[in-house]
């Protein structure tokens, strides 16, 4: 079992950034990959980037590339997602989640996911 806590959501104007993190519990955290995701009203949850469990391979949604940069602590057992350059169009709840997979993009191949943050972007 693995519970994600994300944090560090907020309110920030167009062209701003904020670190979000991802805190795991339990002592498998580097066994997982994982990602981030976020969901507006009446949209679907979509992929926004995902690490491995090492920490050394990366993939982003082709919106945030150059945009928004993922990592991982294992030690700490977090993960983080460095969000530069934030327009109003990246306003949603993002949720971390964790999965036994090689590196998914879908939301149906994670296994645990946290309650989620939510980030607004105003212009």
């Known amino acids: 079992q693995v519970q994600l806590v994300e944090s560090g959501g907020g309110l920030v104007q167009a062209g701003g950034s904020l670190r979000l993190s991802c805190v795991a519990s339990?002592?498998?955290?580097?066994?997982?990959?994982m990602g981030w995701f976020r969901q507006s009203p009446g949209k679907e949850r979509e992929f926004v980037a995902v690490?491995?469990?090492?920490?050394?391979?990366?993939q982003y949604a082709a919106s945030v590339k150059g945009r928004f940069a993922i990592s991982r602590d294992n030690a700490k057992n977090t993960m983080y997602l460095q969000m530069n350059s934030l327009k109003p169009e990246d306003t949603a709840v993002y949720y971390c989640?964790?999965?036994?997979?090689?590196?998914?993009?879908?939301?149906?191949?994670?296994?645990?996911w946290g309650q989620g943050t939510q980030v607004t972007v105003s212009s």
């Open positions: 989640a964790a999965s036994g997979g090689t590196m998914p993009v879908v939301a149906s191949r994670y296994d645990y």
């Open positions: 339990g002592r498998t955290f580097s066994s997982y990959a």
């Open positions: 690490i491995n469990w090492r920490g050394r391979n990366t």
